[in-house]
């Protein structure tokens, strides 16, 4: 039994955080499956990386038909990936009945701060898509409850990405609920609407440790104690979020849904790669393991993972400490809140950016390429 088989006894699902289209062509992506991934993800980054950095691609963009329009070049290059990989992944949701198996593509990242042009735009992929195992996804602003409301209700499978903040993820847990109360409302079935909630991690470690050393250095006699906080808000913020999640999921009116058919928006924990090399590999997996979790890795914690991963119920422990470390770093000066909206904000433009490094290196290797258009 691998590890991630292990994983997925305790009930966390092990997703993988890339795509390019070489692995679905050799057979990458099948032995990971086999190996026990249970479903994939991806975003502009991941697809900037993939498209820009390899020769994958250069085919596929001789052959189209408009490859001066690098908009419309990447969304098919896009669904197409996304397309094969979720028919790689198909019999894994089939056996799972619907559990796992799923493959996400983001909206386009322009459109975080807006809802109506995020709903027909994640329409337009569920449909262009037309698979039961893909995922929209979806940023989890103030502007996105309104879209992940409306999308759950017409029967669409959301990733709500971009969460940081517990205030934030209650407000997707209340859009994810109210979304399948409309569907049943409607007389429609829930049953087969899957969602997950991505609480992303490692970011909130990388923005605090920065301001507890700008603290450190301008308060010299609580530098010690200030220094040894770092790497611990993020993994305190998350188990708290799981809290969250299950306390939502005991209420009457969760159980009622559940009793109707649904199935629990999982939370998903995303941005778990380790970026202080000074900190464990897996210091933003190990802790958070447990039920009704999807942990989504990049390949080298992934490897990690399968390498050394120490396989344990963690998520639901030491939420006490937990609190007790955020409750010290809000008295040390650390405003969670005001550190979480920093995140979302930089979240969103870091994301619009990439896509935008992504078309200018579309269109500077089509132009190489001297593909027709």
């Known amino acids: 039994m ?30 990971l499956i086999a190996q026990g991934v249970r479903g994939l ?23 189209d038909a408009d490859p001066t329009d690098a908009r419309a070049l990447f969304d098919r290059l896009a669904r197409e990936d996304v397309a094969r990989a979720a028919d790689l992944f198909r019999p894994l949701y089939d056996r799972t009945d619907g559990l796992d198996g799923y493959v996400s ?28 195992n893909v995922m929209i996804k979806v940023p989890g602003t103030m502007e996105g409850l309104f879209a992940i409301r409306t999308l759950i209700a017409d029967g669409v499978n959301v990733n709500v990405t971009l969460i940081f903040s517990r205030e934030r993820y209650r407000a997707v847990l209340e859009a994810w609920a109210a979304g399948l109360e409309d569907r049943l409302a409607a007389g429609r079935p829930v049953g087969r609407v899957a969602s997950v909630a991505s609480f992303f991690v490692s970011r909130v ?6 301001r507890l050393e700008a603290l450190a250095a301008a308060r010299p006699d609580r530098a010690a104690a200030l220094l040894a906080l770092r790497g611990r808000a993020a993994v305190a913020n998350a188990k708290l979020a799981y809290r969250v999640f299950a306390e939502t999921l005991a209420t009457p009116r969760v159980r009622a849904l559940l009793a109707r058919g649904a199935r629990p928006q999982r939370p998903l924990w995303a941005s778990t790669s380790t970026k202080n090399p000074a900190y464990p590999d897996l210091l933003y997996v190990e802790p958070l393991i447990g039920p009704h979790t999807v942990n989504t890795v990049p390949p ?16 639901d422990s030491g939420w006490d400490d937990a609190e007790a470390v955020l409750a010290t770093l809000e008295a040390e000066g650390i405003d969670l809140a005001e550190v979480t909206a920093q995140l ?5 433009a870091a994301f619009a950016r990439s896509e935008e490094t992504l078309l ?13 258009g």
């Open 2 to 31: 691998t590890t991630l088989e292990r994983l997925a006894e305790l009930g966390q699902s092990v997703w993988i955080d890339y795509i390019r289209r070489r692995m679905l062509e050799d057979g990458e992506l099948a032995r």
């Open 344 to 348: 979302e904000a930089e979240g969103v």
């Open 105 to 132: 593509i983001e909206v386009a990242p322009g459109l975080a701060r807006d809802a109506a042009g995020t709903v027909a735009e994640a329409r337009r992929l569920w449909r262009d898509l037309d698979r039961p």
């Open 205 to 210: 470690d990388t923005l605090v440790d920065r």
């Open 360 to 372: 200018e290196r579309l269109r500077a290797k089509v132009s190489a390429l001297g593909a027709r």
């Open 41 to 63: 993800t991806s975003n502009p980054t991941i697809f900037e990386q993939a498209i820009g950095d390899s020769d994958d691609y250069d085919a596929a963009i001789r052959a």
């Open 300 to 315: 080298k914690t992934l490897a990690a993972l399968l390498d050394h991963g120490r396989v344990a119920r963690t998520v």
